[in-house]
């Protein structure tokens, strides 16, 4: 009987968003006639955009005819779209970020994961706390924790707590580590980070000889300009730190599938015998190992996210997503609850009234307001006692339900 990987088992019987679903699915079955919505997963709900769609279109056509068919491309991604990344993303911020630097792939939440692959299972972990689940649960099953405590923090790991004290923003840790997840803007509390605060991070990195794993999923979301909107317009930063970033929520890829990781050819890691090797070079070879790419079709619709046109639309949509997090803001404030976030990312972070647990408040606001959130406690052990809203959605769901928050609330 073959064995399995007994890391598995360590982990809690379900991942956050599928129990989500399964609790909502379980409601809805014995009330049917509830009309629910979902604030829960950060799932986006607007079409593409029209620039978007019509390259896509135009793309399917080039696959129609013998001339312009293309069959597998470029594990690494297309140079057409690597170079769009490269001028619009990067070089238009001041970031040294070439085109060759670049891998496209179909989503950050894998990239975050499968980036595990190329590094050793000895590495101390360094994890915000509350934070995205897959930084965790992946290293859980890489082998790098032990087992989790009524808390649920696994042994191994070293959290960061981000409370209201601290203002969500974690200090630096007190002992070395070897890798460090920092997502910013943040998910789930939308904190953002100064360049004040990335360089306190990267000093550190580059002192310790620490590999910081940078989700920037949200970027686009950054309303401040004095925010940076990338770990790279921090100097010093390519010499430690890899970017993930993602197409899915600024322009509306969730099912579509597309995003990106700029791994620096300045990064170097630490070989068992104490030699420093090239990180890029590893990704490339796994990249190329167990990856196919992403579709030409797929990549020529992102590319035009980089148009005129698409950036004018694109524009569009995040400030509806953001004029959704203003309403859900200012209707939870009118009520008395302490909220956070929602300026610069699409994710209002709430303090659950009269001292509810976060599943406490997920049920009671189920029940009696058949309204989805994100327990916050699901994001890590300091998330207990809040909760996640997301403004993923239409603007009349956004709408009523801040009226049936008031409605329980007020």
């Known amino acids: 009987m073959a064995t399995i990987n007994d890391n598995f088992l360590k982990l809690k019987a379900g991942y956050l968003f599928p129990e989500i679903g399964r609790r909502v699915n379980a409601f809805c079955d014995a009330h049917a006639e509830a009309n629910v919505i979902k604030l829960g997963i950060g799932d986006v709900t607007e079409p593409l955009p029209g620039a978007i769609r019509e390259a896509l279109h135009s793309a399917v056509d080039e696959m129609g005819a013998n001339q312009s068919f293309r069959g597998y491309g470029p594990e690494q991604g297309y140079d057409f779209l690597r170079n769009a990344i490269a001028e619009n993303d990067y070089q238009s911020r001041g ?11 179909d989503g950050s939440k894998c990239d975050t994961g499968n980036i595990l692959d190329i590094f050793g299972p000895n590495n101390t972990v360094a994890v915000q706390d509350p934070v995205y689940p897959v930084y965790v649960d992946t290293n859980v099953m890489a082998g790098r924790t032990g087992e989790a405590d009524e808390d649920g923090r696994y042994a ?34 939308g ?21 910081i794993l940078f989700d920037a999923a949200y970027e686009a979301f950054i309303t401040d300009e004095e925010i940076p909107h990338s770990i ?18 600024n322009s509306g890829f969730t099912g579509t599938r597309c995003a990106f ?6 990064l170097k890691g630490k070989t068992a015998d104490g030699s420093e090797t090239d990180i890029h070079s590893l990704w490339n070879r796994r990249q ?26 694109i524009g569009a949509l995040i400030d509806f997503y953001l ?3 203003r309403i859900l803001n200012e209707g939870l404030q009118s009520v008395g609850i302490d909220t956070y976030g929602g300026v610069n990312a699409p994710y209002i972070w709430l303090k659950t009234p009269e001292g509810m647990k976060s599943w406490e408040f997920f049920d009671h606001l189920l029940d009696k307001a ?23 959605n239409s603007r009349a769901n956004v709408e009523e339900a801040v009226t049936r928050l008031k409605k329980l609330i007020g």
């Not at 990781?261 to 300045?266: D, F, G, M, Q």
């Not at 190992?289 to 004018?312: C, D, H, L, P, W």
């Not at 916050?376 to 998330?383: I, L, Q």
Request: contains cysteine.
């Open 95 to 105: 970031c040294d970020v070439s085109a060759d630097e670049i891998f496209i792939s």
């Open 156 to 189: 191994g790991l070293t959290y960061l707590p981000c409370t209201v004290e601290n203002d969500f923003t974690p200090n630096v840790p007190e002992q070395p580590v070897d890798m460090i997840y920092l997502c910013y803007p943040n998910n789930p509390t």
């Open 191 to 211: 904190s953002v980070a100064t360049k004040e605060t990335l360089k306190k991070w990267v000093d550190y990195a580059l002192e310790n000889g620490s590999l």
């Open 232 to 249: 790279y317009e921090i100097d010093g930063a390519r010499d430690c730190a890899i970017e993930f970033r993602s197409f899915s929520k």
């Open 261 to 266: 990781t700029v791994v620096p050819k300045s």
């Open 288 to 313: 190329s190992t167990k990856f196919n790419g992403v579709s030409y079709i797929i990549q020529r619709g992102a590319e035009a996210a980089y148009s005129e046109a698409g950036k004018q639309q």
């Open 323 to 325: 004029t959704n997090a």
């Open 370 to 392: 058949h309204l989805v959130g994100t327990p916050g406690s699901g994001f890590g052990a300091s998330g207990e006692g809040y909760f996640r809203l997301s403004a993923f």
